[in-house]
């Protein structure tokens, strides 16, 4: 289309003629966005991928031939010691992205009738892959699979979805509010699905389960991305999982089905770009992943069907506890005029929050807080014997939302004094972090902003090296709204230093150490009004304990900045706090340069023997500045992250 346009003479002389040629270019690409396949034709489709489904069966035994598997086990034994007076479960927290990926290979094994996979995003990397092997594999051997992804984060590939349309009669697939009908989504037409249907493109289905057998699940902040597992040479996400086994799986199976059975969940096969090709072409064949390092992949296969390794880096770590409740919104969120009713997520966190009496300790990815959610601080911060608040969240250096960034520098002055938070960012080269570096394959980090004496074939080198510090490939953010922006939207900030990055990607809440969450809600707008959320809330002290240390390993500072107050200026201080927090509340333009933290280091020694709080009285003697953004290259990120502090308060409510 693009090609015959450019071809065509301008219609009459100037502007008109442009305009002309513009607004026809502009109603032939609205024409092809919004084109459907007819009734008739969507069960054609559907009809032809229905029949082309394999029936081939590797297995004739009842229990589907299923691994043995001591994480399966775990449910075994929960469900009976259960009574309904007395529900017991085993839970697993999976801080590693290899362990991660290990319970779910070992799991998919181990089902003997269903499994049941909802997802935000899924991407066609080697992670993708191998998982995608091995729930074909269990369909084969005789497991009912239902795979649920959001449409806007799923499978980018409209062969790969025809072809998984059509694959096995034990396999179904289905897309979650599909925008504009379709299974895949180009730029112009998310730009238009932007103008006409704001408020559909925003309701996602950011919901994340594993079910096997519903006895057995895996819940928490991971998507299905070499990301999410240790497995990029880029950036990896410090995420956490949890693994729970025991009669709350059967609530989450019964949440699954209202996601399934909900007309929003579409088969691929009916949509319009994946039904036009069933129909011009039939069910094309699944192409055998071809994988970036197969070796991994390879070992990672023999490591799952290792049952003493298994049991020894995972099955050996579970903690019995007693009440687990499964929280989630539910797809009759998108139903309702004023979502945040209807926010079963929101509202229970809110509570927990609520009821805490000593602490509460809270990770987010993104520090972009709902205006309930600052008023619920706020009030929290007003009571006489106020719990301390604690909040691990990204640093800039460190996120892959670096417009979610900007708008918690801006409102940093808010949480510091209003909220009383004690706010620590994750580095983006954490020292001590629950990162498998050597599954990356990646080199670890070295400065490339250090004087280089000059010369061409060294100003060659240090271009390359400096290329090498940006990240080419957009991460999948969880932000809808920026997901589909121009590239280095989606990309970390360019750094001081290049090597493969972490950052911050749990969702995790731990109540007076009584009570641990985790969970797949970010604490922020979108989570309230858009998304669809999930959570598990564990009232158990021991596992609390256990979730908090995790949490405090993040903060150390090993692995974390403080942010504090910076040092008063010598003169007019009260008048430039005064304008600043003027600044801050406008609801656009928020120009005052000056911001009332910075981040702080941790400096050991004799008087410093341990980290202290910010709100310490010998904290500076223990801590130096090290500037608002530290490691960033401010000559690249510096000026953008100021004008969205400026001009992006507007974007709030969608973040």
């Known amino acids: 289309m693009s090609r015959a346009l450019a071809a065509w003479p301008l219609l009459g002389d100037g502007f008109s003629g442009v305009m002309l040629r513009f607004c026809t270019a502009a109603l032939v690409l609205l024409l092809a966005a919004c084109a459907t396949l007819s009734p008739q034709q969507a069960d054609r489709a559907y009809a032809i991928a229905g029949a082309a489904r394999s029936d081939a069966s590797s297995c004739d035994a009842r229990d589907a031939c299923a691994q043995p598997s001591p994480l399966h086990q775990l449910a075994d034994k929960a469900l009976r010691e259960s009574t309904p007076q007395q529900p017991r479960h085993y839970t697993v927290i999976l801080d590693r992205g290899t362990d991660a990926l290990l319970a779910r290979i070992n799991l998919i094994r181990s089902a003997t009738t269903s499994i049941d996979l909802q997802t935000y995003i899924y991407e066609d990397d080697d992670a993708g892959r191998l998982v995608l092997e091995e729930l074909l594999a269990a369909a084969r051997r005789g497991v009912r699979i239902r795979v649920l992804m959001d449409q806007l984060s799923a499978i980018q590939s409209v062969e790969s979805l025809a072809a998984l349309a059509g694959a096995h009669r034990n396999f179904h697939i289905k897309l979650y509010n599909p925008v504009m009908g379709r299974a895949r989504v180009t730029y112009p037409q998310y730009a238009i699905a932007a103008a006409c249907c704001w408020r559909q493109l925003n309701q996602r289905m ?166 309930p959610a600052q008023t619920l601080f706020e009030r929290l911060h007003q009571r006489p014997d106020a719990p301390r608040v604690v909040v ?108 493969v990055r972490v950052g911050m990607h749990a969702k995790s809440l731990v109540i007076d150490r009584r009570i641990g969450v985790v969970g797949t809600h970010n604490f922020d707008p979108r989570g309230d009004n858009y998304n669809t959320e999930s959570a598990v809330v564990v009232h158990d002290a021991a596992f609390a304990r256990e979730l908090a240390a995790s949490i405090r390993r993040d903060i150390s500072p090993a692995n974390s900045w403080v942010i504090a107050p910076r040092d008063r200026p010598p003169v007019l201080s009260g008048l430039e706090y005064s304008i600043g927090k003027i600044s801050e509340w406008l609801p656009v333009f928020d120009l005052w340069p000056m911001r009332y933290a910075t981040s702080y280091e941790f400096v050991p020694g004799d008087s410093c023997p341990r980290p202290i709080p910010p709100d310490d009285p010998d904290f500076r003697q223990c801590y130096r500045p090290v500037g608002d953004f530290p490691e960033v290259n401010l000559a690249l990120k510096g000026l953008p992250t100021r004008l969205f502090t400026a001009f992006g308060a507007g974007l709030a409510p969608i973040l």
């Open 206 to 371: 950011h919901t994340k389960l594993l079910l096997i057998d519903d006895a057995v699940a895996i819940t928490g902040g991971r998507n299905y991305q070499d990301d999410y597992f240790d497995w990029s040479d880029q950036y990896n996400f410090r995420d956490r999982d949890l693994l729970v086994a025991g009669p709350v799986a059967r609530i989450m199976a019964v949440d699954f089905r209202r996601f399934w059975d909900d007309r929003r969940a579409v088969p691929p096969s009916r949509l319009v770009d994946v039904g036009r090709l069933l129909l011009e072409r039939g069910v094309p064949p699944l192409e055998p992943g071809q994988y970036r390092l197969p070796e991994r992949a390879a070992s990672m296969r023999q490591d799952a069907g290792d049952a003493l390794l298994v049991f020894e880096r995972l099955a050996s770590e579970a903690l019995q506890v007693g009440k687990v409740e499964y929280v989630s919104d539910g797809p009759g969120k998108h139903e309702a005029d004023t979502p945040s009713e209807f926010a079963a997520a929101s509202q229970s966190l809110g509570e927990l929050i609520a009821s805490a009496d000593r602490e509460v300790v809270l990770q987010t990815p993104y520090l972009v807080l709902s205006r």
């Open 392 to 499: 691990s969240t990204n640093s800039l250096a460190a996120t892959d939302a670096f417009i979610a960034y900007a708008l918690s520098y801006k409102y940093k002055r808010r949480y510091l004094r209003d909220f009383g938070f004690n706010i620590y960012e994750y580095k983006p080269f954490p020292e001590d972090a629950p990162i498998d570096l050597e599954a990356t394959g990646a080199f670890l980090p070295e400065f490339v902003d250090a004087p280089l004496p000059p010369g061409p074939s060294v100003a060659r080198d240090r271009r390359s090296v400096l290329r090498s510090a940006r990240y080419r490939k957009p991460l999948a953010t969880e932000y809808g709204a920026i997901r589909h922006l121009r590239r280095q939207s989606n990309e970390p900030v360019p750094l001081r230093r290049a090597g």
